[in-house]
């Protein structure tokens, strides 16, 4: 039995956590090592660009607590995992996009190159 939300109930929180750790610890970092071209391949990686996107800025500006999947609303958890299977679906060229909004939010990417 898992948590449902306090919202509409639509959304199976612990499905919801378990989904966004399957894709983001395994699945696109499988996919990424098994595959070419693709910017990141670390955990962690895909983890900064799901949630980097979620909030249009630094994650870390908006969520308190570690894990931070474990901090989200179920609505929040359900477009992370939206995110995440958007970049699996996608591969390399839809990760790389999401990538370097994530870098540009961080300062880590010079306009000219984005």
Known sequence: ???TTLGDG???LSELRARYDELVHERLPETAQAGENWPVHLDHCFGR???DNLFGDEWYDHVDGRPAYEQLSADEL?????IAE?????GAGVTRELNRNSLRW????????G
């Open 1 to 3: 039995m898992g948590q």
């Open 10 to 12: 639509t959304h199976n």
């Open 49 to 51: 660009i799901v949630l």
């Open 78 to 82: 359900a477009d992370a995992v939206e």
């Open 86 to 90: 958007r970049m699996l679906d996608g």
């Open 106 to 113: 961080r300062g880590k990417l010079d306009d000219a190159e």
